[in-house]
């Protein structure tokens, strides 16, 4: 079992920046790839960014490249999402996932189906 709890979230003005954290729970955390996706009120949850267990590795949706950055501190059990110059479109309730069956230390996940266990999410309001 793994247990997620995202932070971070909150209110913030177009061009603003937060930092959102994802604790994990779980001695093998660092053999998890992990994801953030989001999900806007009345839409399907989207991915927005992927890395490998090893953090080496990272991917990013179109929509937040060159704006977000994901990172994980092992040590931690603890992965990040820097998301900078906000949108009022990243408004949105923000998941971290894990997939706890990767082999590979270079493998990062965008399938929403691709991930064993989710947090409960954080709510991200960008205000314009």
């Known amino acids: 079992q793994v247990q997620l709890v995202e932070s971070g979230g909150g209110l913030v003005p177009a061009g603003g920046s937060l930092k959102l954290s994802c604790a994990a729970s779980?001695?093998?955390?660092?053999?998890?790839?992990m994801g953030w996706f989001r999900q806007a009120p009345g839409k399907e949850r989207k991915f927005v960014a992927a890395?490998?267990?090893?953090?080496?590795?990272?991917y990013y949706a179109d929509s937040v490249k060159g704006r977000f950055t994901i990172s994980r501190d092992n040590a931690k059990n603890t992965v990040y999402l820097q998301m900078n110059s906000l949108k009022p479109e990243d408004t949105a309730v923000y998941y971290c996932?894990?997939?706890?069956?990767?082999?590979?230390?270079?493998?990062?996940?965008?399938?929403?189906?691709?991930?064993?266990?989710w947090g409960q999410g954080t709510q991200v309001t960008v205000s314009s």
């Open positions: 779980g001695r093998t955390f660092s053999r998890y790839p």
């Open positions: 996932a894990a997939v706890i069956s990767s082999l590979r230390e270079d493998y990062y996940y965008t399938a929403l189906g691709e991930y064993d266990y």
């Open positions: 890395i490998s267990w090893s953090g080496g590795v990272t």
